[in-house]
């Protein structure tokens, strides 16, 4: 099965959104009810992306100010159309903010913290910047465990391509479990770190709405999917159709879930 090298493309935030950004944004309020943190606080989203976990802290956390920071120019464009003046956007890496030290009450992640090339010094910096006492917190996909709509996804790509297999985020991430991420956050420093499960349906109307997101190149399995000649794609269309599994009246009902961290800051 011929294909192109695949990079983790994140750049168009549109199709990410129609891909997983619509899945995380009923992750991100569970997420904060379960991060349980006073309202009136100043928050930092690291890796905000097109902006579902700050568009929820405006939502549902009363905050005095939310700042983000994104790498990618793409989903910052997205992030910044949606929430405008409401959130200060700063295009930055992870693993170099550009804030000071001790300004944020609550500093979070989502989505982002597998990604990371270099978490320990992400998880550094995200400490510089809270206040003693602050939080902080992310959350993952269980991409090992029950992110099922990618899970489908790599089963008939690795059935066809065994190539395929080593992209597959499951083994790829399989140290972002629970116990994983909370060492992580031990290990950083911060301490009472602790860690949660948060479940989501994930409902498609037809096969055609759980295919058409592939094909928009944004994330791994898209941009692996998009990385085919025609040919090949039919055939992994077909065999994924092949093997969801589907309500009698076509629709297609999944589970995502995510694995959440929170620690504290204790200088």
């Known amino acids: 099965m011929a294909h192109d090298p695949v990079p983790d493309t994140w750049e168009q935030g549109p199709a990410y959104e129609r891909y997983v950004g619509r899945w995380s944004r009923q992750v991100a309020p569970r997420f904060l009810q379960w991060l349980r943190v006073p309202t009136g606080l100043r928050w930092l989203d690291v890796g905000c992306g097109t902006g579902a976990l700050s568009a929820a802290i405006l939502a549902t956390c009363a905050p005095t100010s939310v700042d983000g920071v994104e790498k990618s120019e793409g989903f910052l464009e997205t992030a910044v159309g949606e929430l405008g003046s409401r959130v200060t956007f700063h295009r930055a890496d992870a693993a170099a903010l550009p804030l000071d030290d001790a300004t944020f009450d609550a500093v979070v992640s989502g989505l982002v913290l597998n990604f990371l090339p270099d978490l320990d010094t992400a998880l550094a910096e995200m400490s510089r910047v809270a206040v003693d006492g602050g939080v902080i917190g992310g959350y993952v996909w269980d991409y090992a465990g029950r992110m099922e709509l990618m899970q489908w996804f790599w089963q008939a790509a690795s059935e066809l391509d065994p190539r395929a297999s080593a992209l597959d985020e499951g083994p790829r991430f399989e140290d972002f479990t629970p116990e994983g991420l909370t060492w992580r956050f031990a290990s950083a420093g911060l301490v009472d770190a602790e860690a949660g499960s948060i479940e989501v349906p994930t409902r498609f109307e037809d096969f055609d709405d759980y295919w058409t997101p592939f094909l928009g190149g944004q994330g791994v399995a898209p941009a692996y999917a998009m990385s085919l000649d025609e ?37």
Not at 236 to 256: C, K, N, Q, Y
């Open 231 to 267: 040919t090949a794609r039919d055939r992994l269309r077909e065999r994924l159709r092949e093997l969801v599994p589907t309500e009698p009246d076509g629709s297609i009902a999944l589970v995502a879930r995510a694995w959440a961290v929170r620690g504290v800051v204790a200088r």
